[in-house]
């Protein structure tokens, strides 16, 4: 292996992807890094029994139309030079938020979300209407006199506690890294990817954005090594000079962009004690079930694309009690089969897929018996949780179950790296990527643009930052 | 070469990294932003395809001498004729 490059880039998820896109376009001799053998990251799929699963991708958020100005979306193809057909984007059909007595379905029309909440919440809707508005303007990244408590902003606009908490869960769950409450300007991007953008998927998944990202790094002469994960970041005056990989080999670099999370970059720097950033990790990890069957979800009776649910009486957001392994009360229920794929087009078999909030220290702690005996308890208990909440099934779920599977924070934590299985990441973002080292920077999750999207948009707004623009 | 040469040269690059725009009708002494939905990451793409396909470096203090065609045809004519 070559042993300089001009830029390293730590991990093989949508940002380093996406990072290594725009360097390689620049003509910059670029490799990326990646410890395990697939790319993808936190968005990855696996095989099981000749069975593709994807993990991560219940929906791609930002949708919109090809040609729609100015969106996360249409700058990202823009600046990948990648074509918005070869996403196969196929738009979600219909989602809501569950909540006791309240239910409001959205899809990727807002005007359906903003009718729901007017019948439900009739003296909610001008107040509402005045936060939409003021999301929809807000620079994200510049709030000024608006307070950076989203909790505190959204309560300006919207008294009935029901109504706030039904329009954080949804905002929440797909990536919020802080418990009980988030930043505003953050708030205000996923409302935006979630309500006024939408939902979509390509048919094969996660897959289909991967392949288009490693096809589009290779043709452009980037290189990308598997297995080849990074023990040490080594420093010389305040400059990252080399990566140690865990065979030993070294690879210095004119600029080092890592992927690995703020804390666990940090970690990997051989002038920073074993405990850096302490006070900066991730709390929030999840457990997933995945279901599979010999039927389509609409032969059940269920045409939801996407459920965010909560059956206690107020939303809890936070991490699971010591004692606990997952809270069951809240969580996010999605049938991919759910999509408008097009005459012709679906996938072979039914999909449930059922997200809750996980314990990831409790899981860690149960020895192999226990552990498996325990994703059988909490499988049943999830699946017992979802039927509750979902339209009587039509046909006997027992009797066209063909595979499942179910993975958590322990599952998390090993194909990441992500301490504490932090599927969002350390709390505390880094928004200009920059660490305590001059040329060593931070994208993707961390640096705190969130889903597949906004993980791509990190990867190459840094590129672009400190690389191609020399910092 | 000629400005008009430099200003085609220009379109053609602005085709290739933006090819939902619309560069049929431009108006050479309008901003291009003003035209079309380009931001600074699209410049920054423009900077970077005059470099690889001409060789031609922009310094990051001249990007707002590339604000129009007109000012890009004055500003980078001399450029592609030193070479």
Redesign the interface.
Request: aromatic letters at 0%; hydrophobic letters at 35%; charged letters at 55%.
């Given at each position: 292996m070559k042993q300089h490059y001009e830029t390293v880039i730590i991990g093989a998820g949508m940002a380093g992807l996406a990072a290594g896109i725009r360097l390689a376009l620049a003509g910059k001799e670029v490799i990326i890094l990646e410890r395990h053998n697939a790319s993808g990251g936190l968005n990855s799929f696996y095989s099981q029994d000749g069975r593709k699963f994807d993990v991560g991708l219940h929906a791609m958020t930002n949708y919109v139309p090809k040609g729609t100005k100015g969106t996360p979306l249409t700058k990202l193809l823009r600046q990948l030079r990648i074509p918005y057909e070869a996403l196969d984007l196929c738009p979600q059909n219909s989602s809501r938020i569950h909540f006791p007595g309240c239910q409001l379905r959205f899809n990727n029309d807002f005007a359906l979300f903003e009718s729901e909440i007017a019948a439900a919440f009739p003296k909610q809707i001008d107040g509402f209407r005045a936060l939409a508005e003021e999301v929809r303007t807000l620079d994200a990244f510049n709030l000024g006199a608006i307070p950076s408590s989203a909790r505190a902003a959204v309560q300006r606009h919207i008294t009935d506690p029901l109504l706030e908490d039904m329009l954080f869960c949804p905002v929440m769950y797909y990536g919020s890294a802080q418990e009980h409450d988030m930043d505003y300007g953050q708030f205000a991007i996923m409302f935006r990817s979630l309500f006024f953008e939408g939902f979509a998927r390509p048919l094969d998944g996660v897959r289909v954005i991967i392949k288009l990202l490693q096809d589009k790094y290779r043709s452009l002469g980037g290189v990308r090594k598997m297995k080849c994960g990074i023990r040490q970041i080594q420093s010389q005056d305040g400059k990252a000079s080399a990566v140690v990989l865990d065979n030993g080999s070294v690879i210095t670099a004119d600029t080092i962009l890592s992927t690995a999370g703020a804390v666990e970059t940090a970690r990997l720097c051989t002038d920073q004690p074993a405990d850096a950033g302490a006070d900066n990790i991730g709390q929030l990890s999840f457990t997933e079930t995945i279901t599979v069957f010999d039927k389509q979800p609409a032969d059940f009776g269920w045409d939801d694309t996407i459920i965010f649910f909560n059956t206690a009486e107020r939303f809890r957001y936070a991490r699971v009690e010591p004692d606990r392994l997952v809270d069951p009360t809240s969580g996010v229920i999605c049938f991919p089969n759910n999509y408008q794929y097009g005459e012709g087009r679906q996938l072979e078999e039914g999909f449930l897929r059922v997200t809750a909030m996980a314990n990831h220290d409790a899981w860690c702690a149960l020895d192999e018996d226990t552990y498996r005996a325990q994703k059988t308890h909490w499988y049943d208990k999830l699946q017992q949780v979802t039927l509750g909440l979902l339209p009587e099934a039509k046909l006997k779920l027992d009797t066209h179950r063909i595979a499942s599977d179910m993975f958590t924070p322990r599952t998390v934590r090993k194909y990441t790296g992500h301490l504490n299985g932090a599927i969002y990441g350390a709390p505390g973002k880094i928004k200009d990527g920059r660490t305590h080292l001059d040329n060593l920077f931070l994208a993707g999750t961390d640096q705190g643009f969130l889903g597949i999207v906004g993980a791509m948009l990190s990867g190459i707004s840094m590129a672009n930052l400190h690389v191609l623009q020399g910092g | 070469m000629t400005e008009d040469q430099v200003k085609q040269i220009v379109i053609d690059i602005i085709n290739e990294?933006?090819?939902?725009e619309d560069t049929t009708d431009l108006k050479p002494e309008v901003n291009l932003r003003d035209q079309m939905?380009l931001?600074s990451?699209?410049f920054?793409?423009i900077v970077?395809e005059l470099?690889?396909q001409h060789g031609i470096e922009v310094p990051?203090e001249d990007y707002p001498q590339l604000a129009s065609l007109d000012s890009c045809g004055a500003y980078l004519t001399p450029m592609f004729n030193a070479k």
């Open positions: - | 990294i933006a090819p939902d939905d931001d990451m699209d920054l793409d970077m470099r690889k990051e």
